[in-house]
């Protein structure tokens, strides 16, 4: 998506529905390292879980896409689009994925939408979703034909400023906007925390045979996350793992390493507000506590309960923060609070591009206002 310096996805897509808990994980990485594998999708077997509950990645084209063929077979035959219905019609499928067949009824209970990516449907759909990303700098492949007077196109991008190319022609284009970031219309956050349900699993915390963790597969000194981990690791000990430290770690052994970790160092790639990915969600929804670098303490406080993870800003120094660790690893009377949260809260991942396609869908659905996005680029890039 860079034209400098391209990114390759990084995104856990976990979700929960029909008594199951699913998991996946899409990795976004640069192109200096190889983005070759994607983390594993970790599924949480519920007892009524049926075998056909989504348990795969792919990769395509560099993206670790959900491998949705499993997801069909439990799928129920999509209805037959309605009247009333809301029609979203995706551009282009983020990545290059086709989940057309994808209900937003049984993913996320939405109802009244339907997804399509038949081109054909552009004078009837009410919204058109573009993902960023895949947006030529040209406008080259954007719709050509004039726009219906109640169509609301939507600009989709998970990836921070810092990770993304401003791209000038956008400007004036959209009516709405689905991102990470609160002030988005369409809010989607990487992952989420919510109300546990009876059917959740007691949570249980995993066997830990290791201390501190931290998967790598970029590294850029310059990175805020680099020299803070420079320093950590004069006072305590970190297994670093990843492409960075040449120790692979592949989709199959990802959720079983992460989960033996005691402590996961959480460090995002770029400091936004809001941008908070799948290195929080996936450690959180593995047991193991999150060191998050990233935005302030009360941003993350936004989304996730506080007792949840360790911020590097609650220590002076990355000593202090290491002493502090050192105790908790030493009393797990200390540790275990750091888990308190579970009994209230179950977590869960998005599904990428699905999710913001139903959500869009619903949206445009219950609001019929007139709607522009004049400056999205000072908006989203300042
Ligand atoms: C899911 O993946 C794991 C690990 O790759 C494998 O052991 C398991 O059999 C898979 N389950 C299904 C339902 O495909
Ligand atoms: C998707 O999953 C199914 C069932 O596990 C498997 O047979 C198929 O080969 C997978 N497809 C890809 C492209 O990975
Ligand atoms: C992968 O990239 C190639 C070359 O750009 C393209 O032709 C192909 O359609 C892409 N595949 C998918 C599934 O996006
Ligand atoms: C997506 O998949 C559906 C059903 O599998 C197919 O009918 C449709 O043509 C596909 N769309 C694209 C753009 O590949
Ligand atoms: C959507 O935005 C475009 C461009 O600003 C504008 O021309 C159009 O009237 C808007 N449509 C709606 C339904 O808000």
């Not at 689009?81 to 029609?87: A, F, V």
Request: a negative charge.
């Amino acid at each position: 998506m860079m034209e400098t310096r391209r990114s390759c996805p990084h995104i856990l897509i976990a979700a929960m529905f029909l008594s199951c808990v699913f998991a996946i994980f899409y990795v976004y990485h640069s192109p200096t390292m190889n983005c070759l594998h994607c983390p594993a999708v970790q599924v949480s077997k519920h007892k009524d879980c049926p075998d056909a509950c989504i348990n795969h990645t792919q990769l395509i084209n560099d993206t670790c896409a959900v491998n949705v063929t499993v997801v069909k077979e439990t799928e129920p035959k999509p209805s037959s689009p309605s009247q009333t219905d809301t029609l979203l019609l995706i551009w282009i499928w983020p990545f290059g994925r086709n989940v057309t067949s994808q209900s937003c009824s049984w993913l996320f209970q939405i109802e009244g939408c339907q997804l399509t990516d038949d081109r054909n449907l552009f004078n009837t759909a009410h919204g058109i979703l573009f993902h960023h990303r895949d947006i030529h700098e040209d406008l080259s492949n954007m719709p050509t034909l004039p726009r219906p007077y109640f169509q609301k196109w939507v600009w989709m991008n998970m990836e921070s400023p810092s990770n993304s190319a401003l791209k000038p022609r956008l400007n004036d284009l959209f009516n709405l906007t689905t991102s990470y970031r609160r002030d988005s219309d369409i809010t989607v956050p990487y992952g989420q925390t919510s109300e546990r349900s009876a059917d959740d699993r007691t949570f249980e915390i995993p066997k830990k045979e290791k201390f501190i963790c931290w998967i790598v597969t970029n590294w850029n000194p310059d990175y805020e996350r680099s020299k803070y981990y420079e320093k950590l690791k004069e006072h305590v000990s970190v297994e670093t793992f990843g492409d960075s430290f040449d120790r692979h770690v592949s989709d199959g052994d990802y959720p079983k390493l992460v989960s033996s970790c005691k402590f996961y160092l959480s460090f995002e790639n770029s400091i936004h507000e809001d941008y908070i990915t799948e290195k929080l969600y996936n450690p959180m929804k593995l047991g193991t506590v999150p060191v998050v670098l990233g935005p302030p303490r009360k941003n993350y406080e936004k989304f996730i309960p506080a007792e949840a993870f360790i911020h590097v800003d609650d220590f002076k120094t990355a000593e202090e923060l290491a002493a502090h660790l050192k105790v908790l690893h030493e009393n797990p009377d200390m540790y275990v609070k750091y888990f308190g949260w579970r009994e209230r809260y179950a977590v869960r991942g998005t599904w990428f591009g699905l999710e913001h396609a139903c959500r869009s869908c619903d949206h445009i659905r219950r609001n019929r206002n007139y709607r522009t996005v004049n400056d999205l680029n000072t908006w989203y890039w300042g």
